[in-house]
């Protein structure tokens, strides 16, 4: 018997016993004989021991790194994913959208890392439209999957909920700033739990290290409707130029975080010449907020059909290259 019929079966015999509709859904809806659980309500309680992290690779733009392949990812990324108690499985941009379809099934969130790419029309904009779609749509229905934005990550992020680039100049390279936090911070998601002293750093010490040309100016944000609909505007700061720039948002009803920042390099990137906090404070943030969001994934009940196939899609498999001496990143894996 299939395992909707099971369901059905078990869903009839506790009608007549416990006259709770109610009580059945929630009870009863995870699949009983296929391997992956159904999309359902019960995910967002649920707990994923073993969760996995898709990092979506980026396009190499740069000369010197373009013998080594077509794509990369940073190893720090990978760092910070795998410390707070993640997998990560490197995602390809060259594959057919079924098979993107398929890896949504296996992995329990995704990290759209910083770099160089067209917004809307590169590989790395085109795939990751395709994983937004599915987020949405699987978050609609209460299966739980997470989407994580980096600098470019984060822009991104906004051009796939407003549906066109809203970037200006707002430079603020190799600088790194404190927080001017908005009323929203202090309920938000993704600082819950921070303790005070950490909250009050975020706003007085320079923690988050900034390193982009473009973002979303404050004043755009606030008149774009879907933008300011879909996302709380958790930071903002002020770049070189003084425009007021959008540096930390989070999905108001998805579990969808940016950051304008790089967490990442508080722990895992030692460049002398680059301004990388390290001081207890910045790595204390750096930490929490990677637990934070592989804890959002645990919320995801996604996996694979067998452990041979995910052992195999795993970032295990690839060996970082040594690039400090011709990148500013210590190891970079390509692809």
């Known amino acids: 018997m299939c395992s909707r019929g099971v369901i059905t079966s078990l869903y009839l015999i506790v009608m007549s016993n416990a006259g709770s509709s109610a009580y059945v859904c929630w009870l009863f809806a995870s699949c009983l004989c296929c391997h992956n659980a159904m999309p359902t309500r019960l995910n967002q309680e649920a707990v994923n021991d073993r969760p996995v992290i898709g990092i979506l690779t980026q396009i190499v733009s740069d000369e010197v790194m373009k013998p080594f392949g077509r794509t990369y990812i940073p190893s720090s990324y990978v760092k910070f994913i795998e410390s707070g108690g993640s997998r990560v499985m490197p995602i390809r941009l060259t594959l057919k959208t079924t098979e993107y379809e398929n890896i949504f099934r296996n992995i329990n969130g995704l990290l759209l890392i910083g770099g160089a790419a067209d917004l809307e029309t590169s590989d790395f904009a085109r795939v990751a439209k395709i994983f937004y779609r599915l987020a949405l749509?699987?978050?609609?229905?209460?299966?739980?999957?997470?989407?994580?934005?980096?600098?470019?990550?984060?822009?991104?992020?906004?051009?796939?909920?407003?549906?066109?680039?809203?970037?200006?100049?707002?430079?603020a390279e190799n600088v790194a700033l404190p927080l001017d936090l908005t009323t929203e911070a202090g309920s938000s998601r993704m600082f819950e739990g921070f303790p005070n002293n950490l909250m009050k750093a975020l706003t007085q010490e320079p923690l988050t290290g900034n390193f982009h040309r473009y973002g979303v100016a404050v004043k755009t944000f606030q008149d774009n409707e879907r933008l300011q609909s879909f996302f709380s505007l958790l930071s903002t700061n002020v770049a070189k130029n003084g425009v007021h720039f959008v540096s930390t948002i989070e999905g108001k009803t998805y579990p969808f975080y940016g950051v304008q920042w790089h967490p990442e390099v508080n722990r895992f990137q030692w460049q002398r010449k680059q301004n990388y906090p390290h001081s207890a404070h910045a790595v204390q943030l750096s930490s929490l907020l990677a637990e934070f969001f592989v804890n959002e994934g645990r919320r995801s009940l996604h996996q694979f059909d067998n452990p041979e196939e995910e052992a195999s899609s795993l970032i295990y498999n690839d060996t970082p290259v040594f690039a400090g001496n011709f990148t500013g990143y210590e190891q970079l894996y390509f692809f």
């Open 137 to 171: 749509t699987a978050n609609d229905e209460g299966d739980v999957f997470p989407i994580w934005g980096t600098c470019m990550g984060m822009q991104l992020l906004t051009v796939l909920v407003a549906g066109e680039n809203q970037l200006e100049a707002t430079p």
